[in-house]
């Protein structure tokens, strides 16, 4: 079916027109087939790479131009990031797009003057809780990735935010986008949709295992010249030597970077068909390698600077997100030949490869130890093979340890079907946040409104909702409790319910708030104390416990014990948990004080990627106990908001009056108060020289540039130049 042929405006047929697509792809044809562009909802179950995204497109654009609005949810704060930039483009059709991952308590009313909104499950969620006025106005929602309702983590949030908006918009058009699963009409005949079901791909993908020298496909077998040390380097040379990238997913974050750092070197030696390196492109990854080192001062930062030197790199949570972003654009740019990464790049990102190569098919389970990953884990994986216009092909490769593993490799995941996919939400801890948040924005006002909402749901689909009555009666007998709803002649919730539900924490972690706030006047309260606190909370994932954490947190526990809030007697069954609490408050401890970076994450055993990760929630729950402090009337309040900012910033409070301004951060923010700059009046009186041997010429003239000084670029080299020159008065925020 050619684009000229469907029932879209001209101005959208030409934009695609003018991108070089001129006929649709089978699975779009389908869905167009299906009513797509008549406003039927559609479930599109198909491989990676085969033009889900652009079957949302057509639905999204013909709904704007025709005065809709749209809301596009993704699984991951990443892949709204990269959708955002695809919608971005189309600006040239006069459409406006937005995208919007944080602030879990804002109602972001801007994003009502925007055309397509694209937003976390999570922060969808958030928006319905604090009463974004422009929900109502949605007429298409696509869910990407809606196979992640089988998620215990994830898949509630989706699976809850999904069953509202279909009430609360009950003529929306829903386009849900899925890996093909092994229950994909089940899930359409809840979403009321239309199945597009597919195995097509645009590249053909051969599935095989490696075994002793080769690739084992169902309909061939592919010899590797073994010229190399271990059998990954022979794998991924072989797909070098054809002009091929190879993307590498290992079960661990340090098998991740041992096989880049072992690929780098070996590449940086030998690149491959091309013999001797290239001196541009040697230039070219020296180049990334020198912006990566940029973004931090920490050994793991040095240690991919330098796979990326070989033309390898690894990818995991422990990096920064600039840090990722740089390794993603040069892998996407074939700089970087081959990316070692865990398997959450695997998520939906656009990130494929001549050859998948998965090393290792056991993931660790805290509850089973090692255990096989799922054929829908690995089915993502192996879709990640082949680059669409740059590949005649796409392999994906498992290895083999012997030949009985193998065929059982073959029969386990190659020439298997995905599983079903069923709903998490029938427990307490997912039921609980959620039962609040429905209560408190009114969408039921009694127990018998609440299981027919909950009838709604895809786990009231799936199952009979008498199986959930226990457990929301006892929800329901917490929220009580604690002062969170009120159950008289039907459910209302409280002011404090209320507070919660807009701060979108689990109501437990507001109970805990409450009780600690209680016993605040029973300890020496610090910031060490308004930290376990938060750790204490089941919203804080804390910190794992290693071998030889226990005798130094035994010792600082001891020092420490009279700022903590009710920890448990040694050797009780709670003293293991509240010891990884104590850890986490720790970590956070450093990243407002002192500390260097690298310090922590050597100290930890964790990436400034973890740090930040743990620092965000942390903020969060901080904020949040700011709000609940300020309406509990305690006088710890502002010391809770004061200690926001300061994890937001990684800054001791004698920094927080120069880290603020942009581009300066933790490190150089200790610099300059060493040196004598404590606040902004002594940054703008400094000569230019003096704060350029600190922070450096760029970082130096973008500063007083901020704080109102029109710096001339001449004048960037003068010595004697000082920074109250030409000074204007635009630095009212400092």
Not at 703 to 722: A, H, M, P, W
């Amino acid at each position: 079916m050619k684009i000229s042929e469907i029932d879209i405006p001209d101005a959208v047929k030409g934009f695609y027109t003018k991108s070089r697509i001129s006929e649709l792809y089978p699975p779009q044809e389908k869905a167009v087939e299906a009513g797509l562009l008549e406003g039927r909802n559609i479930l599109a179950a198909v491989p990676t790479a085969s033009g889900k995204t652009m079957i949302a497109e057509m639905a999204m654009l013909k709904s704007i131009i025709n005065g809709g609005k749209c809301l596009y949810i993704v699984p991951l704060r990443a892949l709204a990031s990269e959708k955002y930039a695809r919608f971005r483009e189309f600006k040239e059709l006069d459409v406006q797009a937005g995208v919007s991952t944080g602030d879990l308590d804002s109602r972001d009313e801007w994003l009502g003057r925007r055309d397509i909104i694209v937003a976390t499950s999570e922060k969808t969620d958030s928006l319905i809780r604090n009463g974004a006025p422009w929900i109502k106005d949605i007429t298409v929602i696509v869910a990407d990735e809606v196979h992640l309702l089988d998620s215990p983590d994830r898949g509630p949030t989706l699976e809850v935010t999904l069953a509202r908006l279909m009430q609360m918009n009950p003529d929306v058009q829903i386009i849900a986008l899925s890996a093909t699963v092994g229950n994909a009409r089940e899930m359409a005949q809840w979403l009321d949709a239309a199945l597009v079901e597919s195995e097509w791909r645009p590249i053909d993908l051969k599935e095989g295992v490696f075994f002793s020298g080769a690739i084992k496909f169902p309909d061939s077998l592919h010899t590797i010249e073994h010229k190399h040390k271990d059998e990954l380097t022979d794998l991924v040379y072989d797909t070098l030597n054809e002009g091929g990238q190879c993307l590498v997913f290992e079960s661990s974050r340090r098998n991740t970077e041992a096989s880049a750092r072992r690929l780098g070197q070996t590449l940086g030696k030998n690149p491959g068909s091309s013999g001797s390196p290239d001196e541009e492109y040697s230039t070219k990854l020296d180049s990334l390698a020198n912006q990566v080192l940029d973004t931090g001062e920490t050994e793991i930062t040095r240690r991919l600077a330098q796979c990326v030197r070989g033309g390898a790199a690894f990818h995991h949570a422990g990096l920064l997100s600039e840090q990722r972003k740089l390794i993603e654009g040069g892998f996407r740019n074939n700089l970087i030949k081959v990316l070692s990464s865990t398997p959450t790049l695997a998520a939906g990102l656009n990130m494929p490869a001549r050859r998948v190569i998965i090393r290792g098919f056991r993931r660790y389970d805290p509850n089973y130890g090692m255990v096989p990953i799922p054929v829908l884990e690995y089915k993502q994986m192996a879709g990640r093979a082949g680059r669409p216009g740059l590949d005649p092909y796409g392999e994906s490769v498992l290895i083999s340890k012997s030949d009985e593993e193998m065929e059982a490799l073959i029969e386990q995941y190659v020439n298997n079907d995905a599983e079903d996919i069923y709903s998490k939400l029938g427990t307490e801890g997912a039921l609980r946040t959620h039962i609040l948040s429905i209560v408190s924005t009114g969408l039921v006002k009694s127990r018998e409104e609440l299981m027919d909402f909950l009838g709604r749901t895809f786990f009231g689909y799936q199952q009979d909702t008498w199986k959930l009555a226990a457990v929301v009666d006892e929800v329901i007998e917490f929220l009580v409790t604690n002062n969170l709803i009120i159950y008289i002649e039907g459910l209302h919730p409280t002011e404090l319910g209320e507070l919660v539900t807009r701060l979108y924490i689990d109501p437990m972690s507001a109970s805990t708030i409450v009780e600690g706030q209680r016993h605040m006047g029973r300890v020496n309260m610090t910031e060490l104390t308004m930290l376990q606190l938060i750790c204490h909370t089941p919203n804080m994932r804390p910190l794992y416990l290693r071998n030889n954490d226990y005798g130094w947190l035994d010792n600082f526990i001891q020092q420490h014990n009279d700022e903590f809030l009710a920890p448990p007697p040694p050797h009780s069954s709670d003293y293991e948990w509240f010891m990884s609490e104590v850890k986490t408050a720790v970590l956070l401890h450093e990243w407002i004080s002192k500390s260097k970076e690298d310090d922590i994450t050597s100290r930890f055993n964790i990436g400034p990627g973890d740090i930040r990760a743990q620092a965000d929630t942390a903020q969060w729950l901080m904020h949040s106990t700011a709000r609940i402090f300020a309406y509990l009337g305690s006088e710890h309040a502002g010391f809770a908001q004061e200690l926001v900012e300061r994890i937001s910033y990684g800054a001791a409070k004698e920094l927080l009056p120069i880290i603020k301004i942009k581009g300066i951060g933790r490190v150089r923010a200790r610099k300059l108060y060493n040196a004598g700059y404590k606040d902004i009046e002594a940054i703008r009186k400094a000569e230019f020289k003096a704060l350029a041997d600190i922070i450096g010429p760029k970082i130096a003239v973008n500063t007083l540039r901020q704080l109102g000084i029109d710096v001339d670029e001449n004048d960037e080299k003068s010595s004697d130049f000082t920074g109250n020159v030409k000074a204007q008065q635009n630095f009212k925020d400092f």
